[in-house]
């Protein structure tokens, strides 16, 4: 099959662009890859969408990257991993990491009163998909959850140390620093854009885990365990495509990738429904 192939790009799919913050994680573990993104903004966010539709959504969004010969899947969405994982793991024929699973485990590795807290969006929140993979995992973990959706907007507005964005912070947070948590899951792939004001409003004793890196460290070592690492000692390449150009999205993707894009294109709907 082709993606078993060392040269094959990463592919990386969300609902939108905030899984570029995964990709900025996948090109500091592995500069050598090349990563194929696709963001379907046309249809963002999944968040408010049934779990059928969720579910129809990732399998456009994986089989577009198959045409793109990768040879693993990340989904960068936190909506699509709680929803979709299962379905795509048993479906496609192709290694596919989530961000739930990884999340979770790297949040149980490192705290040590097992008092975890995650923040995210409100689907995510109300699926409950970190604690019930937490409590799977290990059930004597505490788990206390807080969705935080105005974090999506402040991180896209670059409000990254703007007052306004810690006084907002401050009032979600304050429950989750009441119940003495000693570590954090962002939950969502924009909020390590914030993690500079949220680690500053918990506190030193709070460790924040971006299940981004995490699911990247997994990537890692699924690939070099397989012998699937590319090699080549060039820098790699990140192409972007995406269901529509949302207002600013350049500006944004600077943002949240730190750097400017290699390429992108915009690709019809058409072209991501048909079979």
Not at 65 to 83: E, F, G, H, M, P
Request: charged share 25%.
């Amino acid at each position: 099959m082709q993606f078993f192939n060392r040269e094959n790009p990463i592919g990386v799919f969300d609902s939108g662009i905030g899984g570029l913050t995964v990709v900025k994680r996948l090109n500091q573990c592995m500069p050598n890859e090349n990563i194929i993104y696709f963001g379907d903004t046309a249809r963002v966010p999944y968040g408010n969408k049934s779990n059928s539709t969720v579910i129809e959504y990732a399998d456009e969004d994986a089989r577009f990257l198959l045409k793109k010969n990768v040879k693993i899947i990340v989904v960068a969405c936190n909506t699509a991993s709680s929803v979709a994982i299962n379905y795509l793991q048993e479906n496609f024929d192709i290694p596919i990491i989530g961000m739930i699973e990884p999340g979770a485990k790297k949040a149980l590795e490192i705290s040590k009163s097992k008092r975890i807290g995650v923040i995210g969006t409100y689907a995510t929140i109300n699926n409950h998909a970190y604690s019930k993979k937490l409590l799977e995992i290990d059930k004597e973990v505490k788990v206390f959850e807080k969705a935080c959706p105005l974090f999506v907007p402040l991180a896209e507005e670059g409000l990254i140390k703007h007052p306004a964005t810690k006084l907002i912070a401050e009032e979600y947070l304050n429950e989750l620093k009441q119940a003495e948590i000693d570590t954090l899951i962002l939950g969502c792939t924009h909020y390590p854009i914030l993690a500079e004001t949220i680690g500053e409003i918990m506190g030193e004793r709070v460790q924040l885990v971006d299940s981004g890196q995490a699911a990247s460290q997994d990537v890692e070592k699924y690939l070099e365990g397989r012998g699937l690492r590319n090699i080549s000692n060039s820098i790699g390449q990140n192409k972007f495509y995406v269901s529509d150009i949302q207002t600013k999205f350049e500006e944004i993707v600077k943002l949240f990738l730190g750097k400017e894009l290699d390429y992108f294109a915009k690709i019809e709907l058409e072209e991501l429904t048909k079979k």
